[in-house]
């Protein structure tokens, strides 16, 4: 089992900055890739951005030059950051910690909500 905590989020005004954060902890080993997902009203889930194991990142096209995520391995968790810049209001939404197993078993957090509004 996995479990994956997350914080940050928030709002605020278009162009700004936020961050939102997420720690895994539990079989840690047994995650391959982690990433952010999120879901606006009436969406569907989309992938923001993700990065692997090996530190392989992947970017939604509506996010690319704007956002950056980052992870950092350590002994019992792994800690996963997403840097947001330039925020736009189509960025709102609620965003999903997601870790994916060797298996290719999916794990998420609770979600934390990031609005961006003037």
């Known amino acids: 089992q996995v479990q994956l905590v997350e914080s940050g989020g928030g709002l605020v005004q278009p162009g700004g900055s936020l961050s939102v954060s997420c720690v895994a902890s539990?079989?840690?080993?047994?995650?391959?890739?982690m990433g952010w997902y999120r879901q606006a009203p009436g969406k569907q889930r989309e992938l923001v951005a993700q990065?692997?194991?090996?530190?392989?990142?992947?970017?939604a096209d509506s996010v690319k030059g704007r956002f950056t995520i980052f992870r950092d391995n350590a002994k019992d968790t792994v800690y996963l950051q997403m840097q947001m810049n330039s925020l736009k209001p189509e960025d709102t939404a609620v965003y999903y910690c997601?870790?994916?197993?060797?298996?290719?078993?999916?794990?998420w957090g609770q979600g934390t909500q990031v609005t961006v509004s003037s």
């Open positions: 990065i692997t194991s090996g530190g392989r990142t992947n970017y």
């Open positions: 997601n870790a994916v197993t060797w298996t290719n078993y999916d794990y």
């Open positions: 539990g079989s840690i080993f047994s995650i391959d890739a």
